[in-house]
């Protein structure tokens, strides 16, 4: 099966751009979905298909994808931000969802 | 609003069985599929099976099974999860979502909800 792999963790200043990257095989053929996650709560989708947000996420948010890679850019970044992300694909061996590793960020 | 509760989670012993309801709310939940999510403590996500809205497609993670069986029951908007065959492993925060699937064949998980501890110990 497909393995999607994210950088454990990252920092960004208030008010900058930070990207975070989910890479694997799957992205290949499928889009990713992002989803943030804060302490003790459940998880709230962020980016789907590639470069889509529902409805209440701000447009800091933006998603994209190239070959095996796909990320997730937050752009002009918020204290509220502070948070674990975590991409989801579909694994094209077996149709299975499969999540990231997650990436933890912190807000400075 | 769209609403999920779920319920069910509890201290078990290893071996021992669990049933986990999610309460739908808010939405035709008979015309969506749903997924069970988990997430042990201080971990990932971990998808772990998929119910399609007629139940027609149902499919698990290698991880449960044989040992977990998914339903649903569109009269009530309540998907279910029962859990066999308990392991300590087995213990974590258990999330229901619901599925869509983007044009692109991208599945996606659009509202969840805020989950129910299930700890496997003796």
């Known amino acids: 099966s497909s393995e999607l792999t994210q950088d454990p963790a990252v920092s960004v200043a208030l008010g900058q751009t930070v990207r975070i990257t989910c890479q694997g095989d799957s992205l290949r053929s499928y889009y990713a979905s992002w989803y943030q996650q804060k302490p003790g709560q459940a998880p709230v989708l962020v980016i789907y298909d590639k470069n889509n947000r529902p409805s209440g996420i701000p447009d800091r948010f933006s998603g994209s994808s190239s070959g095996n890679t796909a990320s997730l850019t937050i752009t002009g970044s918020q204290a509220e931000d502070e948070a674990d992300y975590y991409c989801n694909s579909r694994d094209s061996s077996n149709d299975h969802p499969v999540f990231g590793t997650g990436t933890k960020v912190t807000v400075l | 609003d769209v609403q999920l509760v779920e319920s069910g989670g509890a201290l078990v012993q290893p071996g021992g069985s669990l049933r986990l309801s999610c309460a739908a709310s808010?939405?035709?939940?008979?015309?969506?599929?749903m997924i069970w999510v988990r997430q042990a403590p201080g971990k990932g996500l971990e998808w772990l099976s998929y119910?399609?809205?007629?139940?027609?497609?149902?499919d698990y993670a290698a991880s449960v099974r044989g040992r977990f069986t998914i339903s649903r029951d569109n009269a009530k908007n309540s998907l279910y999860l029962q859990m066999n065959s308990l392991r300590a492993e087995d213990t974590a925060v258990y999330y229901c979502?619901?599925?869509?699937?983007?044009?692109?064949?991208?599945?996606?998980?659009?509202?969840w909800g805020q989950g129910t501890l299930v700890t496997v110990s003796s």
């Open positions: 979502a619901r599925c869509l699937m983007a044009g692109s064949g991208t599945y996606y998980f659009d509202y």
């Open positions: 119910i399609s809205s007629t139940t027609y497609t149902i």
């Open positions: 808010g939405f035709t939940f008979s015309g969506y599929s």
